[in-house]
């Protein structure tokens, strides 16, 4: 299971930042993303990383948000700076993982609202 908290007003040109947590054990999270939804739109990617810190984000996000990860919580986070109206969105982190028996699945989170207005 996964859970985000974060979300919330911010203000354009000001910052927020997502947290995402995977509850349980027994497993190893190998990839966590970020992907956001605004109305009317399709779910896209905003950031993702890989166990070992790799990352990669979309075009209008990269230099202004940072995704990073704590693997000792199983946490990931989201830090969004010099936001932008077009930011808003719901935003859902993911998470793949693998079971210490070998299968590996992946989960979304319920997702939290981001809005940006002054």
């Known amino acids: 299971q996964l859970e985000e908290s974060g979300g919330g007003l911010g203000q354009p040109g000001g910052s927020l930042r997502l947290s995402c947590s995977a509850a349980?054990?027994?497993?190893?999270?190998?990839?966590m993303g970020w992907y956001r939804q605004a109305p009317g739109k399709e779910r896209e990617l905003v950031a993702r990383?890989?166990?070992?810190?790799?990352?990669d984000y979309a075009d209008s996000v990269r230099g202004r948000f940072t995704i990073s990860r704590d693997n000792t919580k199983k946490t990931s986070y989201l830090q969004m700076g010099s936001l932008k109206p077009e930011d808003a969105g719901d935003y859902y982190c993911?998470?793949?993982?693998?079971?210490?028996?070998?299968?590996?699945?992946?989960?979304w989170g319920q997702g939290t609202q981001v809005t940006v207005s002054s």
């Open positions: 993911s998470a793949r993982v693998i079971w210490e028996w070998g299968s590996s699945d992946d989960y």
């Open positions: 349980g054990s027994r497993f190893s999270i190998i990839d």
């Open positions: 990383i890989t166990h070992g810190g790799n990352t």
